[in-house]
T-cell receptor, first 111, second 113 residues
Framework: GQSLEQPSEVTAVEGAIVQINCTYQTSGFYGLSWYQQHDGGAPTFLSYNALDGLEETGRFSSFLSRSDSYGYLLLQELQMKDSASYFCAVREGTGANNLFFGTGTRLTVIP | ETGVTQSPTHLIKTRGQQVTLRCSSQSGHNTVSWYQQALGQGPQFIFQYYREEENGRGNFPPRFSGLQFPNYSSELNVNALELDDSALYLC????????????FGQGTRLTVV
């Protein structure tokens, strides 16, 4: 069967670093994407890994290990506005639109 | 702002009715997908259209159907609405040939009563 597992909730202090893990089991795999979604908002693309290793985009980094079916999103220098839900999503086909999402991690940043 | 717009933003329908949701994607995007997001859950893939033809489908019954038009707009149609169809419906567009990330609209909140 298909599954993506993420922690349901994470709390971290403003200015700190937080890591959100994702393990996956899917029928097809072209890469792992990360999306941020604020309450009432649209999912916003953060990062994508097609190959093993670390991708860095400003304060956000994402890592993938295909052999371990595992990835993580690293958020540095946390800000209050980073409080949101974070989803890992497996790209199951060519093109970015065939995404299988996890249930999401609710990140709360506290002062 | 992603350039992907959806209408309406909110909608209330009665069980058994039919509904059409609309999405307008960016110029240059040739693929659009629709997702259903229940409260507290991740988006669930309904189907994808590429160059006006269905090109992949998730685990949704045939009463969920769609269309993609040459002017980058698309529709999601749901027949015989059920209470469990109440959810946020998101469309996402991209360019499959350039393998871009998916850009999501703000969604339509559908409530079935």
């Amino acid at each position: 069967g298909q599954s993506l597992e993420q922690p349901s909730e994470v709390t971290a202090v403003e200015g700190a670093i937080v890591q959100i893990n994702c393990t996956y089991q899917t029928s097809g795999f072209y890469g792992l994407s990360w999306y941020q979604q604020h309450d009432g908002g649209a999912p916003t693309f953060l990062s994508y890994n097609a190959l093993d290793g670390l991708e860095e985009t400003g304060r956000f980094s994402s890592f993938l290990s295909r052999s371990d079916s595992y990835g993580y999103l690293l958020l540095q220098e946390l800000q209050m506005k980073d409080s949101a839900s974070y989803f890992c999503a497996v790209r199951e086909g060519t093109g970015a639109n065939n995404l299988f999402f996890g249930t999401g991690t609710r990140l709360t940043v506290i002062p | 702002e992603t350039g992907v717009t959806q209408s309406p933003t909110h909608l209330i329908k009665t069980r058994g009715q039919q509904v059409t949701l609309r999405c307008s994607s960016q110029s240059g995007h040739n693929t659009v997908s629709w997702y259903q997001q229940a409260l507290g859950q991740g988006p669930q893939f309904i189907f994808q259209y590429y160059r006006e033809e269905e090109n992949g489908r998730g685990n949704f019954p045939p009463r969920f159907s769609g269309l993609q038009f040459p002017n980058y707009s698309s529709e999601l149609n749901v027949n015989a609405l059920e209470l469990d169809d109440s959810a946020l419906y998101l469309c996402a567009s991209g360019n499959r040939d350039r393998n871009t990330e998916a850009f999501f609209g703000q969604g339509t909140r559908l409530t079935v009563v």
